[in-house]
């Protein structure tokens, strides 16, 4: 039984989140100085709000979400999500950054209307709000497959799809994705646009999985998440984690694959936009 806690707050984990953060801290030291070239504290000073002020703008002015997909971010922001994989509630650390939000929310829903999908593929669903997005732009016979490895974030995004109309549409795979993966080609299943989010190492594999089969219909559409990875992928390389050692290696991977044309979208943490092209 989940219990609600103070409500952490979410640390910035998009290059430009994290940009903000460091210039907010310059701008704090140098303000405390009296000596420096006005110039100089003026320019540092723009800089900061040049970062600082996109992601709010950027929230304001796109369409509000839906009341299902604010609850769903509530809910997934309250929970105590490091206490859960203390107690063994979760099979894998997670956090709430993990929920990609509003804006990213909106533009996958936007790809959805634009590519007129009707059979969408998640991997890596966590408590729901990109599936749940994407479902909202589904016609009523529209379905999206969600993979979700951990039990736990599946149950808290089952019992909202539960209650909203758009929910129904949501099919929950439990189990890891590239085993489901496997299912679904077995049946024969096919999709119009795909959406991966899970395990970063893993991304060549899904990528590959869903070119090599007939998972991904012709002409379907990939899109990827955290393909700048904090701006790891661009940063010196001994700066890179694991994690952004994959995502350098996917993203080369892509640039390489003559199957597909694809664009690195600077949203959030990097979307990057895949088309099928043989
Ligand atoms: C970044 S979160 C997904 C966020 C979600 N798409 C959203 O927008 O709210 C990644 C999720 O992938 C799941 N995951 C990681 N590795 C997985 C695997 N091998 N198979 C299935 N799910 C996996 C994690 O448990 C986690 O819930």
């Not at 953060?21 to 800089?47: F, H, S």
């Not at 929920?99 to 829903?109: A, I, N």
């Not at 795979?173 to 496997?182: F, I, M, S, V, W």
């Amino acid at each position: 039984m989940s219990t609600t806690i103070p409500k952490p707050t979410a640390r910035p984990v998009t290059p430009v989140g994290i940009l903000a953060k460091k210039l907010e801290a310059i701008v704090q030291k140098i303000n405390q100085r009296t000596d420096l070239p006005a110039e100089l504290v003026d320019n540092i000073t723009q800089a900061w709000q040049l970062a600082a002020g996109l992601d709010p703008y950027l929230e304001e002015y796109t369409t509000h979400e839906s009341a299902a997909l604010t609850a769903l971010a509530e809910k997934t922001s309250n929970e105590a999500w490091q206490e859960r994989f203390s107690e063994g509630a979760t099979v894998r650390p997670l956090e709430q950054e993990m929920l990609s939000g509003h804006v990213e929310g909106q533009t996958l829903k936007m790809f959805v209307h634009m590519t007129k999908a009707k059979r969408v593929l998640e991997i890596g669903m966590f408590t729901g709000y990109s599936a749940l997005a994407m479902a909202e732009a589904l016609p009523k016979d529209g379905v999206l497959v969600a993979c979700e490895v951990d039990p736990f974030a599946a149950k808290v995004g089952q019992a909202v799809f539960d209650k909203s109309a758009d929910g129904q549409k949501i099919r929950v795979e439990l189990g890891p994705a590239l085993e489901t993966l496997d299912k679904l080609v077995a049946a024969g299943e096919s999709f119009d646009l795909v959406f991966i989010d899970a395990d970063k190492k893993e991304y060549i594999t899904y990528f590959q999985k869903l070119l090599d089969t007939n998972l991904l219909a012709p002409s379907g559409f990939i899109c990827v998440d955290n393909t700048l990875l904090q701006g790891e992928v661009y940063l010196p390389t001994q700066q890179r984690t694991p994690n952004g050692e994959a995502i350098a290696q996917f993203n080369r991977a892509v640039a390489l694959d003559p199957r597909v044309e694809q664009v690195i979208l600077p949203l959030r943490d990097g979307l990057t936009i895949i088309r099928r092209i043989a």
